[in-house]
């Protein structure tokens, strides 16, 4: 198995707020990672305290992972088969595109 992939996608809107939006938003974080081709199918969720361990199965093949609802981050670890990890730094950058619009301030004006 390959080494899991990280991303930390840092926050300013507390821990609550941020499991707030990935309790309501993960399925359709995964929903938008298939516009980029990538076929996201039978996604699981099951929370920990502020962890949520998921599943899916991406083009053909599972993938599972933590994350990990951090006051002023989140840390998501996903194991990727050997197959999906030659394409992991696209998973990478299309995971931290989506998760800073999930978690950006909405009350902050530029």
Known sequence: MAKPL???????????????????GFADLATKMGGSGVKFANVQ???????????????????????????DSVKMEIDLPMIL??????????????GRILLEDKTKKD
């Open 85 to 98: 990890a030659a394409i992991g730094n696209a998973i990478r950058g299309k995971v931290q595109e989506q």
């Open 6 to 24: 990280t991303v930390t996608i840092p926050h300013q809107i507390g821990k609550a707020e941020a499991r707030k939006r990935i309790e309501t």
């Open 45 to 71: 969720q099951n929370w920990q305290n502020d962890r949520l361990h998921f599943a899916a199965n991406v083009a053909g093949q599972k993938i599972s992972g933590r994350l990990d609802v951090l006051e």
